[in-house]
């Protein structure tokens, strides 16, 4: 059995002020239009998806350490007083002497240097103005893994996170169709509403005006006025929760409260069959939550893997290059440079690497069990919605064809009511009986459509794989 109930709804706000000044646009939506809205514009959405901008920074970060790191450094000192070494030094002079042959006559001269005496000097240790300026590269050679790993981290951070956004999304899909069908709803009710009051109020005129030819009694009168007015205040109750409602999907798609807007949309009722073992491998497939979960378990993985490296050897290549003044002793600029390789080996840490095990074991196993935990949480998820979704359909199927009686019934009743074979008391209980029947046809179907919309929202956002006869 198939009913629809079809709504073009001008929204706007049910009591005016003169302090709010009226929108001069006015926005049209359908239900797709809100949806699209809202994933643009959410502020719940902007925010977390700044989170995924913040994971590709890590991604950034985590890369630059398998590139080399390049410093510069540069300086200037004054020195007040240069420190100074006394010492003593020879003096030597060239002298000439007699060369003399075997009998002791000279046969020529010549010349020799030897110590003619001692002075005294000093020495400064530096120059009053130092200047220095070079740079150094560090460049990672070996590291056990733990660049890798943290690198493979850092991305496994950034698809889990974008898991957690694609949950955001999911979420606020779902409030705004929930939010949309309420609307529909209660704009409907507050026609039934009105509806119900307008056949209540003809009633009256029909009790006054048989009460003026002597056919009823006053109680009949009274009773059916006394009904009238206590349909007054259900009338503002709905038209309250409409435009309250009203201002929930304005928040949601992040519009000014005081703008217009229109809806555009449909309460319809098609039969739906769903299974449950495509609906549950879907959602486990597709869950962003229980994604999010797997992948933080490899992270934990990856940081296991970063603990257990912590005090195995690790190998960089450092060179340096310096432009000073002075330089070997000199007050003139020169430069130097070196090399170095060097390899670290942790050998006693006090402990500190084996806690940092064990505390990433712990989380790679709470990891494990949170992911398997959560399955079962999707499946019962998946149960209960689609057994709120069978009992809505039910329910409104049931309601639509008690509906139908119910009119029937209250035709009837006034016919009889007008020749005087029933009573007014009658006629009132079959009137309230109608309402309450559309009412209630107009909730179920109002739920229905929301647990439609829960199940896609269980099953990750897709239903085309687990719906047999979708529109």
Excluded at 28 to 57: C, F, G, Q, S, Y
Excluded at 207 to 218: F, I, K, M, T
Excluded at 271 to 285: I, K, M
Aim: a negative charge; glycine letters at 6%; charged letters at 25%.
């Amino acid at each position: 059995m198939t009913g629809v109930l079809r709504i073009s709804v001008l929204l706007i706000p049910i009591v005016s002020s003169t302090f709010h000044a009226r929108a001069e646009a006015v926005t049209h939506l359908t239900l797709d239009e809100a949806v699209a809205t809202a994933l643009e514009r959410n502020r719940t959405i902007l925010v977390n998806k700044m989170e995924i901008d913040k994971a590709r920074a890590g991604i950034t970060e985590a890369k630059a350490h398998f590139l080399p790191t390049l410093s510069i450094s540069g300086g200037y000192t004054r020195s007040a007083a240069i420190p100074e070494i006394d010492f003593e030094s020879p003096i030597f002079e060239t002298r000439q002497v007699a060369v003399l042959d075997d009998f002791g006559d000279t046969i020529g001269y010549a010349y020799v240097d030897g110590i003619a005496g001692i002075r005294q000097r000093r020495f400064k240790m530096g120059e009053e103005n130092s200047y220095i300026g070079g740079f150094s590269i560090q460049q990672p050679i070996f590291t056990w893994g733990k660049i890798w790993n943290g690198y493979e981290l850092a991305r496994l951070n950034l698809r889990a996170v974008e898991e957690d956004y694609r949950k955001v999304r999911n979420d606020v899909v779902f409030s705004v169709e929930q939010a949309f069908y309420r609307i529909l709803y209660l704009e409907e009710l507050l026609k039934l509403t009105e509806e119900s009051y307008e056949q209540v109020r003809r009633h009256v005129n029909v009790v006054q005006e048989r009460y003026d030819a002597g056919l009823a009694s006053r109680f009949d009168l009274l009773r059916a006025r006394v009904q009238l007015v206590n349909m007054e205040p259900q009338i503002l109750k709905v038209r309250d929760g409409l435009k309250t409602a009203m201002d929930g999907l304005k928040i949601l798609l992040a519009i000014g409260l005081d703008e217009e807007m229109v809806l555009h949309g449909e309460l319809k009722y098609t039969p739906r069959d769903v299974s449950l073992q495509p609906a549950s491998e879907e959602a486990l497939a597709q869950r962003p939550e229980l994604s999010a979960l797997r992948l933080r378990k490899r992270m934990a993985e990856k940081a296991l893997a970063i603990a257990r490296a912590a005090n195995k050897p690790s190998m960089a290549l450092a060179v340096n290059y310096s432009y000073q003044k002075p330089h070997n002793f000199k007050n003139e600029w020169g430069s130097s440079w070196y090399a170095t390789l060097g390899l670290q080996v942790p050998l006693l840490s006090g402990g500190a690497t084996s806690g940092k095990v064990e505390h990433a074991r712990a989380q790679k196993r709470q990891a494990e069990l949170s992911s398997d935990m959560f399955a079962d949480v999707v499946e019962l998820e998946v149960r209960n919605a689609l057994l709120e979704m069978d009992e809505t359909a039910q329910l409104f199927e049931s309601q639509e064809e008690n509906v139908q009686q119910a009119e029937e019934a209250l035709r009837i009743a006034e016919r009889r009511y007008e020749t005087g074979l029933m009573t007014n008391l009658e006629v009132m209980d079959t009137q309230l009986a109608l309402a309450q029947a559309k009412t209630n046809s107009l909730q179920a179907l109002s739920n229905h459509l929301v647990a439609l919309c829960k199940l896609k929202r269980v099953i990750g956002g897709k239903l085309d794989t687990v719906i047999d006869n979708s529109e």
